[in-house]
């Protein structure tokens, strides 16, 4: 395995220079698409860019596909929502289908929710989706729960301040 230890401020370019196509292998691997691949390897070096400053590396392609492989969650999350709201979009009547222009926002919008569910901590997430997709009051979450109505209510709360969060960042 090569090893390139960078430590220049500036030596983005030569990371993107020296690891590029390994990493668009790597992801290829991984996705099936060359495509795909090309798209998140160049996704991880923006990633890389709108940091502060490139840390000291001993491992750069370490330090790279920790990158990407977020990157790959994320694709394969969205591809997954995008599939179930196609899904869901066939089995409307005609009449009733959004534009197409409609379900690009739909999508966004349950990408942008689902990233906002995803940062919260689990049982936040949990409260909150009890309370909005299965009507449970804050008792009967708590019982479900197996803690109290305060901390219940201190969950919904978390989650409804990131949804309204969320709201203002779009």
């Known amino acids: 395995m090569v090893t390139h230890v960078l430590n220049e401020p500036g030596s983005v370019e030569d990371l993107y220079t020296a690891h590029l196509s390994w990493l668009q292998a790597w992801l290829r691997r991984r996705l099936g698409d060359p495509f795909d691949a ?17 840390p000291l ?7 790279l596909s920790t990158i990407a492989r977020g990157l790959v969650v994320d694709h394969w999350r969205r591809r ?9 979009v066939a ?8 534009s197409p222009e409609s379900r690009m926002l739909f999508l966004e919008a349950l990408v942008e929710i689902d990233r906002m569910l995803d940062s919260l901590k689990p049982a936040v997430r949990t409260a909150f989706l009890l309370a909005q997709l299965d009507g449970l009051t804050c008792p009967k979450i708590a019982a479900q729960m197996g ?7 201190r969950y919904i709360a978390k989650a409804l301040r990131a949804c309204y969060a969320m709201r203002f960042e779009s």
């Open 91 to 98: 089995s409307l009547p005609e009449a009733e289908a959004p």
């Open 38 to 54: 090309a798209d998140l390897a160049h996704d991880t070096f923006l990633r890389v860019l709108t940091r502060q400053a490139l």
């Open 147 to 153: 803690v109290s109505l305060a901390t219940v209510e």
């Open 57 to 63: 590396l001993h491992e750069p392609r370490a330090y």
């Open 80 to 88: 997954e929502l995008e599939q179930a709201w196609l899904e869901t």
